[in-house]
């Protein structure tokens, strides 16, 4: 499936196509825990979500971001920054395009969530990496599930890429998984929310 982004300031004559504007602000500057949807995790009484994790707080670039059950510790929180810009995004060329804002994703030593090597292809892996304000250092989030076992989940689209922030092989037992970019999908794996605070089982 063909997925297509533009930035806002592309003349839209030039897309050849209807505009559709509509924004979900659902993010919010500020230090998060950013958690899945994966079914084993929703549906599975007493089974702790996973968070996006720096492993063994290993905070220098090119470090693979993982899925990791979730914990109150530093290595699981993110800082998230509205930079401003937006972009527009459709999944196919038979969809609206709709306006999104940009975010950053970032740690407290100031690397980001980074799409590595600028990969524009399915299982390009997420890593760390300084933050230079690169697309693929840039987030999009478009909302779709409401209330799923008491939360609202998104996708997490990459503006280089735009493909969505999702966990490589989540059937595995021990939850620990590298996080990749993939084709926006269904997959309760490409499906995110967040909170102040880590979500307790």
Known sequence: MKRLLARAAVVLAALGTTVVVSQTPALADGAWYIWDAHSSH???PGVKPTCVDVPNSNFVKNTVVKSYPCHPVANERWDITHTNNQAYWRLSGN??????DIYTIDTANNQCL???????TNGSLVILYDCNGGSNQEWLQKKMKTNLGGNDYYWLINVKSARC?????PVSSNYVNNLIQYDCNTGQN?????SASAPAV
Request: charged letters at 20%.
């Open 190 to 194: 490409e499906l995110w929310t967040w």
């Open 42 to 44: 929703v549906d599975a």
């Open 114 to 120: 980074t799409d590595r090597n600028n990969g524009t």
């Open 95 to 100: 969809d609206p395009w709709q306006l999104y």
């Open 165 to 169: 922030l999702a966990i490589l092989n």
